[in-house]
């Protein structure tokens, strides 16, 4: 007779069976011709935004001051987060101005101007003040979530201990990390947030177990659609499957070690290992098919007229036309 701790045994391996299973299709997903996270353009038809923001906001990008002690402690305890994503300039506390362009260029397009963004920066009480200010959230949601959130962000600053992500009470973009695609993904989820009539009550929504897949799925799909239809770089759109595939990872994995605990720890890792896979697959086609689209030859057709002095054709001679590559 099978033994109680046989049973659970059994079906924790049965759940970890189908978990993994999960995670193969979710990596091969791309393969087949099916994209859960496809470029698709975020519509902004209709945006919701507090003037008092607007008016505010006379420098929507500002840079926090070196601090070199903080910032090479804060690159020291973003160590796991490099190595989980396996990039280097996650959490590196040093934000270039060609990442500053790319996302001021995203701002701009996207009439994001009331947005703030805090590049390296700690300025709880300025964030209190917007929190204060941004009408677009309903005041019973800005002074319960949203203070809790900009406590959070006082108590334990993204300076030191990093984590890039956006504050829908604030509208604030917080940095830390000197990745492009990263950068886009929380001004995509401001854009996603400007066309919310109800903005408070779809953040309190965040909150709640796997519904978070679907916020990151429209800010991960809108920053595909900009790699490729509006900055034509075949770089960005690499970056943003390599970074944001595993990124997406960790909240399918979360949302799974939420529903099945036991197996929270295989889940979470599984599936960031899964996001890696899909993203590098999609990366390599997105290679090739950017050189199948641009790298054609050019024909360039050169006319090579043959003749006398004076221009005059003989019979014997004709129009050459030379086809290069």
């Known amino acids: 007779m099978e033994t109680q701790a046989a049973a659970h045994s059994r079906s924790r391996s049965n759940l970890r069976s189908i978990w993994l299973l999960a995670l193969v299709?979710?990596?091969?997903?791309?393969?087949?011709?099916?994209?859960p996270l496809s470029p698709k353009r975020i519509d902004i038809t209709r945006q919701y935004v507090a003037p008092e923001l607007l008016q505010a906001n006379a420098l929507p990008i500002e840079r926090g001051k070196?601090?070199?002690?903080?910032?090479?402690?804060?690159?020291?305890?973003?160590?796991?987060?490099?190595l989980l994503f396996w990039n280097r300039k996650i959490e590196n506390h040093a934000i270039s101005a060609e990442t500053e362009q790319v996302?001021?260029?995203?701002?701009?397009?996207?009439?994001?101007?009331?947005?703030?963004?805090?590049?390296n920066q700690y300025r709880p009480f300025d964030d209190f003040r917007r929190l204060s200010k941004n009408r677009s959230v309903a005041w019973p949601w800005r002074y319960t979530f949203g203070t809790f959130s900009v406590l959070g962000e006082a108590i334990v600053p993204g300076r030191l201990f990093g984590g890039d992500h956006f504050n829908p009470f604030t509208n604030t973009v917080h940095l830390y990390s000197d990745v492009p695609a990263i950068a886009l993904h929380e001004a995509a989820h401001a854009k996603d947030f400007s066309r919310r009539c109800f903005q408070g009550t779809y953040a309190a929504l965040y909150a709640l177990p796997v519904v978070p897949l679907y916020h990151e799925s429209i800010a991960t799909s809108d920053v595909m659609d900009y790699g490729e239809t509006s900055l034509h770089d075949p770089e960005l759109q690499r970056q943003a499957y390599n970074v944001l595939y595993p990124a997406y990872g960790t909240y399918v994995g979360g949302a799974a070690g939420t529903i099945f605990p036991p197996i929270s720890f295989p889940a979470y890792y599984g599936s960031v290992a899964?996001?890696?896979?899909?993203?590098?697959?999609?990366?390599?086609?997105?290679?090739?098919?950017?050189?199948?689209?641009?790298?054609?030859?050019?024909?360039?057709?050169?006319?090579?007229?043959?003749?006398?002095?004076d221009g005059n054709i003989s019979d014997d001679e004709r129009l050459e036309y030379q086809v290069r590559e």
Request: negative net charge; glycine residues 12%; hydrophobic residues 35%.
């Open 25 to 35: 299709l979710f990596a091969t997903l791309p393969t087949l011709g099916c994209h």
């Open 66 to 82: 070196p601090r070199p002690v903080i910032d090479t402690i804060g690159w020291v305890i973003g160590i796991p987060s490099k």
């Open 103 to 119: 996302l001021a260029g995203y701002l701009e397009e996207n009439h994001l101007q009331h947005v703030k963004v805090r590049l």
């Open 274 to 309: 899964a996001g890696h896979l899909a993203g590098r697959l999609q990366s390599r086609r997105i290679g090739n098919d950017w050189e199948g689209r641009h790298d054609e030859p050019q024909l360039e057709v050169e006319q090579s007229t043959l003749g006398n002095e």
